[in-house]
């Protein structure tokens, strides 16, 4: 049995409710600029990746070809369009149910506690949320140069904190991240469907059902 010294959390659908403001920029990207629309069953496949690779699965959604050029100002409007939406609507609220307190009871067991992100607005995002204290280490998207299901995000974020990958766990909402987990070694625990997350270790519909006694493999 291994003996979990770290929780590595990825943020946007398992931390904090900010899917839905990726969802309506993308969308409002598609409609307002390319001239069709995306829907939510698509949208599962725009989750745990960088912005770059999203611009590409839409446009080979669509059929469309853009050049870097053009890619790189549509990655940038969606995220001018994301970052109006969280500063003006993410609250402490938005961080979902029972994470607090799962995150305090690693916090007095002494589990190292990191944040894997593809998110370049992953700072912005935990100062309004107000969760940096909780965490030992954070890798966003400004610090690593492969897109999930590569491991280097989780990869970097537990040789920031000094663990071993064998003795971290992941936290992922999305199967690209699921991947990018097992692909370095670590244990992964889903947080959504087992339908959809099937290669995890096991699945929590929340974290009010999750407590540091289940962290075992």
């Known amino acids: ?17 900010t899917e839905i403001y990726h969802f309506k ?22 989750k745990g990746v960088s912005r770059a ?25 969606k995220n001018k369009w994301f970052l109006e939406y969280v500063q003006t ?3 402490p609220a938005n961080v979902y149910p029972g994470v607090i307190d799962f995150l ?13 992100s593809a998110s370049k607005n992953a700072p912005l995002l935990v100062e309004k949320l107000g969760i940096k204290p909780y965490f030992n280490a954070i890798v966003d998207g400004n610090m690593i ?8 995000v989780f990869l970097k974020g537990a040789e920031l904190i000094g663990v ?27 947080v959504g469907s087992p339908e959809i997350l099937t290669d995890a270790d096991f699945c929590i519909r929340s974290f009010t059902e999750m407590t540091v006694e289940r962290l075992r493999f």
């Open 1 to 17: 049995m291994a003996e979990i010294k770290a929780c590595i959390f990825d943020m946007d659908g398992v931390l904090v409710s």
């Open 25 to 46: 920029a993308w969308k409002r990207l598609t409609e307002t600029v390319l001239g069709f629309s995306i829907d939510e069953k698509f949208n599962e496949n725009l």
């Open 53 to 77: 690779v999203c611009v590409d699965l839409i446009l080979q959604h669509a059929g469309l070809h853009k050049s870097p050029e053009e890619k790189a100002e549509l990655a940038a409007q």
């Open 89 to 91: 609507e993410i609250t």
């Open 104 to 116: 305090k009871s690693l916090k007095q067991k002494e589990i190292k506690t990191a944040i894997g």
């Open 145 to 152: 140069t492969k897109a999930k299901p590569n491991p280097e």
């Open 164 to 190: 071993p990958p064998e003795n971290c766990v992941v936290f992922e909402d999305a199967k690209s991240g699921v991947e990018a987990a097992k692909n370095a070694g670590m244990h992964c625990i889903g």
